[in-house]
């Protein structure tokens, strides 16, 4: 199957700091989701971004499906952003393989 | 608030219980999911129905029966659990494969 990777597995960071997430990915792909799981286990949509740039508030990811890669920029960072951030992929070439998760991204962002 | 909702959020069972986790979404999307999540690991796949018939059954044990009645509900059958099973139990849709998944706040299940 379709192998992803996020970086760094761990991120510390104090209020206000900017950060940038990254996921490789191992083949082409026709869905790609950048999520944030809060600390009660909810997944919230950040973004559908299977290719191009995308702003939402402070966050913005931009996805370069030629280079299998796509980066998740978090600006002006708060104690609120702090769980951790999933980036999924589904698998192109016409096919429904479900999403796959790379193992995440635990960000703690400190006061 | 979620869209895709998901009961119960919490549910403690014995290794000889029946019991069911229910989910259902009103966003008339044709395809839905079953995740599953043990602490500290992402989600995995374990069904994916579309337009109401199982796509996807990712090689998930027998005691792990899903069922999809309508388009709008899904449910995830449970039967002779093993500890092991303990983990959150997450449901999403999308208006179709490979479209935006939409997850559940997920049913955390114990089994003793």
């Known amino acids: 199957g379709i192998q992803v990777e996020q970086s760094p597995p761990d991120l510390i960071l104090q209020e206000g700091a900017n950060s940038t997430l990254r996921c490789n990915f191992s083949d082409s792909v026709n869905n790609l989701q950048w999520f944030h799981q809060n600390p009660w286990g909810q997944l919230i949509n950040l973004f559908y971004i299977p290719s191009g740039t995308k702003q939402n508030g402070r966050l913005s990811a931009t996805t370069v499906a030629t280079e299998r890669y796509s980066l998740l920029y978090i600006s002006s960072s708060q104690t609120t952003d702090s769980g951790v951030y999933f980036c999924a992929v589904e698998r192109g070439g016409g096919g429904a393989d479900g999403l796959t998760f790379g193992k995440g991204t635990h960000l703690i962002i400190q006061p | 608030d979620t869209e895709v909702t998901q009961t119960p959020k919490h549910l403690v069972m014995g290794m000889t219980n029946k019991k069911s986790l229910k989910c259902e979404q009103h966003?008339?999307?044709?395809?839905m999911y079953w995740y599953k999540q043990k602490a500290k690991k992402p989600p995995e796949l374990m069904f994916v129905?579309?337009?109401?018939?199982?796509?996807i059954n990712e090689s998930v044990p027998s005691r792990f029966s899903p069922e999809c009645p309508n388009s709008s509900l899904l449910n995830l059958h449970l039967h002779a659990l093993q500890p092991e099973d303990s983990a959150l139990y997450l449901c999403?849709?999308?208006?179709?494969?490979?479209?935006?998944?939409?997850f559940g706040e997920g049913s955390r299940l114990t089994v003793l």
């Open positions: 129905y579309s337009y109401e018939k199982l796509s």
């Open positions: 966003m008339g999307h044709r395809a």
């Open positions: 999403a849709s999308s208006q179709d494969l490979a479209g935006e998944l939409f």
